[in-house]
């Protein structure tokens, strides 16, 4: 089956800590996208690739790092440094940056404390 | 930047009833998506729809992109239609930078 998978789908830490959520997908998709929903509110876009070994930070950045080593994997590293961590991760993909359509995973919930 | 507004924010339904949602958007648009986040917070694609109309089965979709809107039509509403529904843009620039909407909370009663 194709398609995009998080993990975990749960996630708890202690405050300063850093953590790391693993996004994998198998669609041969160009382009990967991790955005934040905090409840009752939108999504909002942290980091994007468009391709290997390139990434853009997107509107809420700080506190987070990424890496793209691979085509299908795009891990989102949540740092100490993010003053409110707790909140839902989802990851998506896009075949490449000219295809509109984004697919998104199940979401990882990170809970800090 | 561009802003994306949806309403109704929440809307409560008997199931069988029909329903639509709007989203109103501030500035032109390369891409309109139309998603369903269920219960468990997966979303789900409904539609990609710049302009134009479709339909996929009990749902369909009208963009007028000319006017800076999206309506996404529900009929014959079930139970398991329950959840958040967003629209959300990407507008200009060389990215496909998404933005969302704040969304509809959809309850469905039987």
């Known amino acids: 089956d194709g398609g995009i998978t998080q993990s975990p789908k749960y996630l708890f830490r202690k405050e300063g800590q850093n953590v790391t959520l693993s996004c994998e997908q198998n669609?041969?998709?160009?382009?990967m996208y991790w955005y934040r929903q905090d409840p009752g509110q939108g999504l909002r876009l942290i980091y994007y690739s468009q391709i290997v070994n390139d990434f853009q930070k997107g509107d809420i950045a700080e506190g987070y790092s990424v890496s793209r080593e691979k085509k299908e994997s795009f891990p989102l590293t949540v740092t100490s440094a993010q003053k409110n961590p707790t909140a839902f991760y989802l990851c998506a993909s896009s075949m490449d940056r000219s295809s509109y359509e984004q697919y998104f995973g199940p979401g990882t919930r990170l809970t800090v404390t | 930047g561009i802003q994306v507004e949806q309403s109704p924010p929440d809307l409560i339904l008997q199931e069988g009833a029909n329903s639509t949602l709007r989203c109103n958007f501030s500035?032109?648009?390369?891409?309109l998506q139309w998603f369903h986040q269920n219960p468990w917070g997966q979303l789900i694609n409904l539609f990609y729809i710049p302009s134009g109309t479709k339909q996929n089965g009990r749902l369909s979709a009208t963009t007028v992109a000319t006017e800076r809107y999206s309506l996404l039509y529900i009929s014959s509403s079930q139970t398991t239609d329950s959840g958040v529904y967003f629209c959300a843009v990407r507008y200009g620039g060389a990215t496909n930078k998404l933005i969302f909407g704040t969304g509809t909370l959809l309850a469905v009663q039987p």
């Open positions: 669609l041969n998709h160009d382009a």
């Open positions: 500035d032109s648009v390369n891409n």
